[in-house]
């Protein structure tokens, strides 16, 4: 009876230690750098150290975009009062000029050409 207890403990140990051996071979190819899930890994964290780069350029480049919106905009609204003003000004301008005998004045321009001719009558 001891003989077949020490021969069916042996071969539970050699059957342990070949399971042993098939999972160590397949635990290696698992983590193998170029096939198996290390480089998977390894090219992810690539990967995000890739992503958290153009990330970083994408926010700076955001924020020089929207400091020159800014300018931009305040630079408008400031056109945008001169504009106002020019047109509430401009309504204390008399619209029709007249000469002293009651006839329309005509303003003339020399044209880039040099040549001179009635552009048109004052507003």
């Known amino acids: 009876m001891m003989l077949i207890a020490d021969i069916?403990?042996?071969?539970?140990a050699i059957g342990a230690g070949?399971?042993?051996?098939v999972l160590s071979r397949r635990l290696t190819r698992f983590n193998d750098l170029e096939n198996g899930m290390g480089g998977a890994v390894a090219m992810l964290s690539v990967q995000v150290d890739d992503l958290k780069r153009a990330l970083e350029q994408a926010k700076a480049t955001a924020a020089e975009?929207?400091?020159n919106l800014e300018d931009t905009t305040e630079r408008a609204e400031e056109?945008?009062?001169r504009l106002e003003l020019a047109m509430a000004s401009s309504h204390d301008v008399p619209h029709?000029?007249?000469a002293p005998d009651?006839?329309?004045r005509q303003v003339r321009r020399r044209r880039r050409g040099g040549a001179e001719g009635a552009v048109g009558e004052a507003a």
């Open 8 to 12: 069916l403990l042996a071969a539970g």
């Open 18 to 21: 070949f399971y042993c051996l």
């Open 65 to 67: 975009a929207s400091a």
């Open 79 to 81: 056109t945008a009062r």
């Open 96 to 98: 029709g000029r007249s």
């Open 102 to 104: 009651g006839r329309e």
